[in-house]
């Protein structure tokens, strides 16, 4: 174990970020001085539960976030001060709503059947005016911006430097690109254990978010910030691998069957089929707030495709359903967005996977065709919620998912997300006015 005092005294450490992550996927922190971490190790940094978004009352007993020290990272751009991520703990015990708590006992669980799963994700955002009211770069105006050489370019700065630090952690950043709206951009780096993809996928829209501003810019994984423009999609790849990460269990010769012919095997195509299978209810957490539903809902836009699915269908390597199998071993899950939770995003994956390996899940009929032009075709397939009240139904009538992530999680959670949005609709919002005013 990482000792945490020594780890500042080797680096130069003044300040440690003690950061957990709360239900709604925001980043709190206690800044520690070095001097004081050898404590903080080991009994954790206190906070209030109720004054972030946790489901919590003011009675409620100190919270203490315990670092995880095998975590630490010292921030490339402030090497003074290193981020660490912890555990929420309550009266000696894990506080189970925690985000990063639930993804751990998932993680647990799947060892449990002697199976690690991996994931990568590709996390888009938008560099924006420090308003966040429009694209930082007036001259990004193509209308098919995806790939613009100049643009990205012209972006280099931001893009270069969070690069060149994602290098220097280890990460194995492999390729970045200006993605299919103007302003928006995406950085890939490569897969890993659920968890520590969580924590880096955590870390990377805080360096993110961090770099920007130091370039006078706003960076934004909202999943529409641009009306007409493609949203932020947060694209998870899964693959699941035998403890001592060696052999691919999802991973078969190309038989027969549809899913047998692309090299899934029996085990991945079940897990793959309890994706399916808690699809609607997923979206709940993959797509957790009220704008994510002008995300998977949308219009086509000026791009000429939206690179977001609307009904729950998957295929081989196509990009225009929820899920595509690209190669053997593997499948991508299309439907996340910027939003997302870092944490619940990768305990969702497992719990809908862990159900669907134990029910044996069908994932279904395989549709290989282009589900934008001939999706009107496809009538038998269900259709994703609508809107964030439907996400949440759907999950609160998913028992065996709301059991997976834990009940007490998922009552904070639906309780919470309900509350978020009553917010939403009780809102007098400036469409109504011009709507209605004259009527």
């Known amino acids: ?44 940094a206190g906070f209030a539960g109720f004054a972030t978004w946790l489901d919590m009352t003011p009675a409620h007993p100190d919270m203490l976030a315990v670092p995880d020290p095998e975590t630490v990272i010292q921030l490339p751009w402030k090497p003074e001060v290193a981020w660490v991520a912890a555990n929420p703990v309550m009266e000696g015990a894990d506080v189970a709503q925690a985000p990063r708590n639930v993804l751990r006992k998932l993680v647990a ?25 429009k694209i930082s770069d ?20 931001v893009i270069a430097e969070v690069c060149d630090y994602m290098l220097e952690l280890g990460w194995g950043p492999y390729q970045n690109d200006h993605e299919d709206a103007n302003g928006q951009f995406e950085m890939n780096w490569e897969f890993d ?12 829209k805080f360096m993110v978010k961090s770099v920007a501003e130091k370039h006078g810019l706003r960076a934004t994984f909202m999943p529409k910030p641009v009306e007409g423009l493609t949203g932020n999609g947060c694209h998870a790849h899964i693959s699941v691998w035998d403890l001592a990460g060696k052999t691919n269990v999802f991973a078969t010769d190309k038989g027969t069957g549809q899913t047998g012919e692309l090299g899934l095997s029996e085990q991945g195509a079940a897990f793959l089929g309890g994706i399916m299978k808690h699809a609607s209810a997923l979206a709940a957490i993959t797509n957790p707030t009220v704008n994510s539903y002008k995300r998977i809902n949308a219009p086509r836009t000026m791009s000429g495709a939206t690179w977001a699915p609307n009904t729950v269908t998957w295929t081989g390597n196509n990009r225009t359903h929820m899920v595509r199998v690209p190669g053997p071993g593997r499948f991508e899950l299309r439907l996340p967005d910027g939003a997302a939770n870092p944490y619940l995003l990768q305990a969702v994956i497992i719990a809908a996977g862990l159900s669907g390996i134990k029910t044996k899940a069908d994932p279904g009929p395989r549709y290989d065709i282009d589900m934008y032009a001939e999706g009107h075709t496809v009538t038998d397939a269900p259709k994703l919620p609508l809107n964030l009240l439907d996400a949440i139904r759907w999950f609160d009538e998913d ?33 109504e006015r011009d709507t209605t005013l004259d009527i």
């Open 1 to 44: 174990m990482t000792d945490l005092a020594a780890f500042a005294q080797e680096k130069g450490i003044k300040y440690f970020m003690i950061s957990f992550t709360d239900l709604f996927g925001g980043q709190r922190a206690k800044l520690v001085p070095a001097q004081a971490i050898a404590d903080m190790q080991q009994e954790g």
């Open 109 to 133: 669980e799947a060892a449990e059947l002697g199976l690690n799963v991996k994931t990568g994700i590709e996390a888009e955002f938008f560099l924006l005016t420090p308003e966040g009211d």
């Open 138 to 157: 007036p001259a990004d105006t193509a209308e098919k911006p995806c790939y613009d050489q100049q643009a990205v370019m012209r972006r280099y700065d």
């Open 193 to 204: 254990d659920a968890l520590k993809t969580a924590d880096k996928h955590s870390f990377f």
């Open 399 to 431: 028992a065996a998912l709301k059991a997976k992530l834990g009940d007490e999680f998922s009552a904070s959670y639906i309780k919470m997300k309900m509350q978020e949005w009553t917010s939403f609709v009780t809102h007098f919002s400036q469409w």
